[in-house]
């Protein structure tokens, strides 16, 4: 695991040298303070709608769900396996795993960093003495961690099976939404059945009732922990098979 | 089949001779056995075996595609091999893969570095990835710079050196863990004439204190700094040996010229065959090529004289690992005739 450590600041160093990260982070952050500032100045001053709002309820948190894991993961396999960095890696005394982990950490943690505005919103808020609802707030950051960790190893695994970032980033954009959007799509079609088995991983309702309330449901923690771990196996597994081709 | 067969089975006889096999009590530090490697239909490594002792610099020679690379990669455990077996200071490479990984340095052709990142803060990477302490590295890291020659530039961003200095750096970065084996793939391929000298020279240092495994597609790189060549063509072991054991058992190109003014004596052809040591006699060009493996030179000058010829030219020319390495990447060798399968 100390591998893992290393590749770990390795890669979130490199995230902040390049201008990518920043970017991104510039982007995202103008829009949903903007946003939040929208929300309070619409609904009047709400702040538990507001903070709601930035935190899971509004389709913009979904939308940027959705852009930026992928954005940050899709160099992170693809990108070095072309320039041989892969190499240099895995000749190096870590494993495989502990490369993949530590690309993953990094990029959650980049996203960590980035939902933590939405603390930093409820603690200006709370100092300027109107404080909001914690339990969702915290709850939500939780939420939050946990979705992002989900689509970046979805991300990471799309970065590991293809070459090329953008197709990577593509990919895990389509996967990521396709999850989101299972229930919507079964919905279209008449089996009762499929319809009950999807609803067991409709991430949205699980996100909506139970991080954004500030229950934790041990339930919906597993289901976003198992699947993290689904994928960044499968990543692992799609680098040790890079050996082999 | 052909050449490979009988080019071995000369070289068998060879290293049967050569020091290496006299100093027996040196360890093995590299065991290469049965090695192949297919990409898809595609033989990269065809039945590869040899070893490689503690402390020597080999150089691994061959036309592109030769499966130098891929031996290389599957040596530091980058490629599984599709059978066969390899090991590193008694790790097997495919098994005890991690180990096997401590104890080289690998640059891989590319010299693959982070871009975006300072020389120092490369080097601190690597340092952390194979466990240095904090000491070790704060002691280690200049030691390696100033080794390579880039100590000035060790605050400069590594996307922005030139590829001269990237390839130093490189083997800075494979350096600093201080491996027992360092397997460096092409390390001087796309410098300029100044810097290949630089790097040589760097290498010959550097065989001084470890083993080194180092290939390239250009042979007067390997003869200046490697005893022992191991030829590689179409993924097969061609030859293996010291400079001057492979040009004399593969050295069918050695050959005492003699040139006659005038016309040929009549039997002239016969009492020279007839000499000791001479393979086979050739007439050409107004004179003889006598195929022998040593300096015949003294012989035939007794027989001119003796016989009264009048001489132009007598002369040795002895095969060189250039011909000798164009005669294999060619194929142009007289005993490469595909045997029917």
Redesign the interface.
């Known amino acids: 695991m100390k591998g893992a450590l290393t590749i770990y600041r390795r890669e979130l160093a490199g995230l902040f040298v390049a201008p990518l990260a920043w970017i991104l982070l510039t982007i995202a952050l103008t829009l949903s303070g903007w946003l939040f500032v929208t929300m309070l100045k619409e609904t009047g001053g709400d702040i538990v709608a507001a903070t709601r709002f930035v935190g899971g309820q509004g389709i913009t948190y979904w939308a940027v769900m959705i852009f930026l894991p992928p954005l940050l993961t899709m160099r992170m396999i693809s990108e070095e396996s072309k320039n041989g960095l892969l190499e240099f890696l895995l000749t190096s005394p870590v494993s495989d795993t502990a490369v993949v982990v530590g690309k993953f950490l990094a990029a959650l943690s980049f996203m960590g960093l980035f939902w933590s505005s939405n603390l930093i919103y409820a603690g200006a808020l709370t100092g300027l003495g109107s404080p909001p609802d914690w339990p969702p707030v915290l709850g939500g950051y939780l939420g939050a961690l946990l979705v992002s960790g989900l689509f970046c190893s979805i991300g990471l695994f799309a970065s590991s099976v293809t070459s090329t970032p953008i197709l990577a980033a593509f990919g895990s954009m389509v996967g990521s939404l396709l999850i989101l959007l299972l229930p919507n799509l079964v919905g279209l079609v008449d089996w009762p059945w499929l319809t009950e088995e999807i609803a067991a991983v409709d991430v949205m309702s699980h996100f909506h009732r139970s991080f954004l309330v500030g229950v934790l449901d041990t339930k919906v923690v597993v289901f976003f922990l198992a699947g993290t771990l689904l994928f960044l196996f499968l990543a692992s597994r799609a680098v040790e098979a890079k050996r082999w081709r | 089949m052909g050449t490979t067969f009988a080019l071995r089975t000369a070289l068998d006889g060879a290293r049967s001779l050569s020091p290496a096999s006299l100093t027996v009590t040196l360890p093995r530090v590299i065991t290469a056995s049965h090695l192949s490697r297919r990409?898809g239909p595609v033989v990269a490594v065809d039945d590869l075996s040899f070893e490689i002792e503690k402390g020597e610099v080999v150089g691994f020679l061959g036309p592109n595609g030769a499966g130098k690379t891929t031996t290389l990669?599957i040596l530091?455990?980058?490629?599984?091999a599709t059978s066969g077996s390899a090991s590193i200071a008694g790790h097997d490479v495919l098994t005890d893969s991690?180990?096997v990984?401590?104890h080289?340095g690998?640059l891989?052709e590319?010299?693959?570095?982070?871009a975006?990142?300072r020389v120092d803060?490369m080097l601190e990477?690597?340092g952390?990835?194979?466990?240095l302490s904090r000491a070790e590295r704060k002691r280690r890291i200049p030691e390696v710079l100033e080794r390579v020659g880039v100590l000035d530039r060790r605050r400069q961003l590594v996307g922005h050196l030139s590829r001269g200095l990237r390839q130093r750096v490189g083997l800075a970065t494979a350096l600093l863990p201080d491996p027992e084996v360092l397997i460096l793939d092409e390390p001087t391929s796309g410098l300029d004439p100044l810097q290949r000298i630089g790097v040589r020279k760097l290498i010959e240092d550097l065989g001084a204190e470890r083993t080194v495994l180092v290939s390239s597609h250009i042979l007067p790189e390997i003869e200046a700094v490697c005893p022992r060549v191991i030829i590689l063509n179409q993924g097969r072991l061609a030859a293996d040996g010291t400079h001057d054991e492979l040009v004399r058992t593969l050295g069918h190109a050695s050959f005492v010229r003699l040139e006659l003014t005038g016309a040929v004596p009549p039997g002239s052809l016969a009492k020279l065959a007839a000499l000791d040591g001479v393979d086979d006699v050739t007439e050409n060009a107004g004179g003889f090529d006598l195929r022998c493996d040593s300096d015949l030179r003294d012989a035939v000058g007794a027989v001119v004289q003796r016989e009264g010829w009048p001489v132009r030219e007598l002369s040795w020319k002895q095969a060189t690992l250039e011909e000798l390495f164009a005669r294999i990447a060619l194929q142009l060798d007289e005993t490469h005739t595909e045997a029917p399968a």
């Open positions: 990409f990669r530091a455990g980058f490629l599984p991690l180990e990984r401590r080289i690998y891989a590319t010299v693959p570095l982070y975006e990142h803060e990477f690597q952390r990835l194979h466990g």
